[in-house]
């Protein structure tokens, strides 16, 4: 099975720009789709992007599109968020998944998604 940590997490002013870092190991990450979920206080973890296990495709949370970018980098066996227009309704801790089974889309449920990392906090100050 794939272990996940992220980092890169932070406090940021509004309008700033982070980027997560997804790293794994144990597998690689081209056997699994990846996505990215987040959990704000009093809140239930919600989907925010995913990438497919082939083939490059992307799908974003409407929240986040056009603002959030998931990418992947084989050879760092690591997957990131990179995050810009930040707005203080994005503050959560944000989790990377990994999704072992095959799908032709990406799946945004995150009980689809078998392995997960610890979390790392993103907070942005209005």
């Known amino acids: 099975q794939v272990q996940l940590v992220e980092s890169g997490g932070g406090l940021v002013e509004a309008g700033g720009s982070l980027r997560l870092s997804c790293a794994a190991s144990?597998?690689?990450?081209?056997?699994?789709?990846m996505g990215w979920f987040r959990q704000a206080p009093g809140k239930e973890r919600e989907f925010v992007a995913g990438?497919?296990?082939?083939?490059?495709?992307?799908y974003y949370a409407g929240s986040v599109r056009g603002r959030f970018t998931i990418s992947r980098d084989s050879a760092k066996n690591t997957v990131y968020l990179q995050m810009n227009s930040l707005k203080p309704e994005d503050t959560a801790v944000y989790y990377c998944?990994?999704?072992?089974?095959?799908?032709?889309?990406?799946?945004?449920?995150?009980?689809?998604?078998?392995?997960w990392g610890q979390g790392t906090q993103v907070t942005v100050s209005s």
């Open positions: 990438i497919r296990k082939t083939g490059g495709n992307t």
């Open positions: 144990g597998r690689t990450i081209g056997s699994y789709a």
């Open positions: 998944a990994a999704d072992r089974n095959f799908s032709p889309v990406i799946r945004v449920g995150l009980y689809e998604y078998d392995y």
